[in-house]
């Protein structure tokens, strides 16, 4: 089955410094996305950067990097310049298609939580 | 491009109670997928509804059920509310097509079963 493991459950980081969420994954699909969310209080996960198995250059958007790393089977987010809104819930997350490919569920990590210091 | 929406925000049931969500989703998805998210964990797959069918389950019982409507929009019933119910319910939505079918998500309804 598949899984996603974070394994820090929270980290600090200084305002303006970078700071790297690991991901690990579990898979036996040769095809997969990988996701990373963003979860403020307030409760509503906002989509961060995709990274497909088979893309062979690291994502980015923006401030978000994607640290993909196949052989290890790793995804870490890398978010530069860490800004006082950054602070919240992250959760990387796996699509899993099944049902003869039908149906793509996603499979998520316990998450991080960040807190960004002044 | 209108957003995934939910409603309600909040909602207080008691055990045995019957309940049910309510998601619109973005403009140009077609499918619709439910998580819930219980305090302090990730989300987990209740099932999905393309076209008006479920298309896949996570495992959940069958008092939890679901519709898909002609324009898209999503219904999650619960039946028979258990106190662990309570959690977090998302409502995600997509277009199914070959690629990366990024789910976004709405803001989500804040089920406390008393």
């Known amino acids: 089955a598949q899984k996603i493991t974070q394994t820090q459950p929270g980290m600090f980081v200084q305002e303006k410094e970078a700071v790297t969420l690991d991901c690990t994954y579990d898979t036996s699909d040769q095809s997969y996305g990988l996701f990373w969310y963003k979860q403020p209080s307030s409760g509503e996960m906002i989509f961060l950067i995709y990274q497909g198995s088979y893309d062979e250059q690291n994502a980015t958007e923006g401030r978000y990097s994607l640290n993909f790393q196949k052989a290890r089977k790793s995804a870490n987010l890398v978010i530069s310049a860490s800004q006082l809104g950054d602070s919240a819930m992250y959760f990387c997350?796996?699509?899993?298609?099944?049902?003869?490919?039908?149906?793509?569920?996603?499979?998520f990590g316990t998450g991080t939580l960040l807190a960004v210091q002044p | 491009e209108t957003g995934v929406t939910q409603s309600p925000t909040h909602l207080i049931k008691t055990r045995g109670q019957q309940v049910t969500l309510r998601c619109s989703s973005q403009s140009g998805h077609n499918t619709v997928s439910w998580y819930q998210q219980a305090l302090g964990q990730g989300p987990q797959f209740i099932f999905q509804y393309y076209r008006e069918e479920e298309n896949g389950r996570g495992n959940f019982p069958p008092r939890f059920s679901g519709l898909q409507f002609p324009n898209y929009s999503s219904e999650l019933n619960v039946n028979a509310l258990e106190l662990d119910d309570s959690a977090l319910y998302l409502c995600?939505?997509?277009?199914?097509?070959?690629?990366?079918?990024?789910?976004?998500f709405g803001p989500g309804t804040r089920l406390l079963v008393l």
């Open positions: 997350a796996m699509r899993e298609t099944d049902y003869g490919g039908a149906t793509n569920k996603l499979i």
């Open positions: 995600a939505s997509s277009h199914s097509a070959s690629g990366e079918e990024t789910q976004y």
